[in-house]
């Protein structure tokens, strides 16, 4: 079974797609591709789903359907039903039926896919972007299975120990206030020198 995908790099997940060959299916999925870049998070919707990391792949199928794969940022994210929809109608709008939406788990979702778009985007937001929970920059994206072991450990001693930059002033002398913030995904903290409280993003 042959199909043309477009999905992003191993290295930089917010490169424009690469228009895979085939009469028309490459064209289809690369339109779709940039279709989906509009569809925003429904939690925090100055960042889209492509930010997120949560757009992973659009795929042509061989009957001719395009395949949206998507990894939810939380196993049980309400949002998800949301986010389907939504792209739905991206699709829809840009007349990109028929179409249909998969969902996958594995590898899991990690805060590491949050583009660098996204990350500026958070912070003019206001939240601060979650720290690597990789083994830095160069074993962000090891295999999911691999990481789903490391995380856990990574993502409690981010939240005991790590410094959390102030999404306003940049002032590292913060202090975390609630383990919890708006949603189970954010904590609240607050920055000592400017005195504003802030969300910040956990590393997962
Ligand atoms: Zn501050």
Not at 20 to 31: E, K, L, V
Not at 74 to 93: F, N, Q, V, W
Not at 148 to 172: E, I, K, N, T, Y
Request: proline letters at 9%; one cysteine or more.
């Amino acid at each position: 079974m042959s199909a043309v995908s477009i999905r992003p790099g191993p290295k930089d997940l917010a490169a424009p797609p690469v228009q895979a060959c085939g009469p028309d299916g490459g064209d289809r999925a690369a339109r779709a591709w940039a279709a989906l870049q509009a569809v925003p998070d429904p939690e925090i919707p100055v960042v889209s789903i492509q930010d997120l990391g949560i757009l992973r792949e659009v795929t042509m199928a061989g009957d001719g359907t395009l395949e949206v794969v998507i990894t939810p940022t939380y196993s049980g994210c309400p949002a998800m039903a949301e986010i389907a929809e939504d792209i739905g109608r991206a699709l829809d709008a840009a007349g990109l039926a028929p179409w249909r939406i998969r969902t996958t788990l594995a590898p899991a979702w990690t805060t590491d896919w949050i583009t660098a778009e996204g990350r500026a985007k958070l912070r003019q937001y206001g939240i601060a972007p979650p720290g690597r929970c990789g083994e830095g920059e160069g074993g962000a994206r090891t295999a999911g299975a691999k990481r789903m072991q490391f995380v856990p450990h990574a993502a409690r001693a981010a939240a005991a120990l790590d410094l959390v930059a102030c999404p306003r002033c940049g002032s590292l002398h913060t202090e975390q206030l609630a383990r919890f913030a708006s949603t189970a995904c954010k904590a609240l903290y607050r920055c000592r020198d400017c005195r504003e409280p802030f969300d910040y993003f956990k590393p997962y």
